[in-house]
């Protein structure tokens, strides 16, 4: 059996509950990357130096509600903590508790 496939039949067998968090993360990572496409354009420089879409994916996955907890995902620093920390912790607050996120 090819990888591929393998990987096709562990997504049929998650729970209903996975695919809720997965439906959750997606949305919270779109929402990030709209605000950091505007973020970007304001600031005059590419999308990638405000954050990368694996950092993106970490915040929306962790959710973190803290900047120590910001810090721990993936391509975060201080740098990023202390331009968009409170931004990006309530946004990530407000899409984790929406019914529509």
Known sequence: MDAAHSFGEQL?????EAWRAIGK???IVQHLRTW????AASR???AYV???D??????????PAT???LLDCSGVGRTFVERYGATVIEMVAARATSRTA
């Not at 049929?12 to 209903?16: I, T, V, Y």
């Not at 950091?36 to 973020?39: D, F, K």
């Not at 950092?55 to 996955?61: F, K, M, P, Y």
């Open 12 to 16: 049929l067998d998650l729970s209903p």
């Open 25 to 27: 993360a997606w949305s």
């Open 36 to 39: 950091r496409r505007t973020e």
């Open 44 to 46: 005059g420089v590419p």
């Open 50 to 52: 405000v954050a990368n």
């Open 54 to 63: 694996r950092a993106l994916a970490d915040i929306a996955t962790r959710r």
């Open 67 to 69: 900047s120590a907890g």
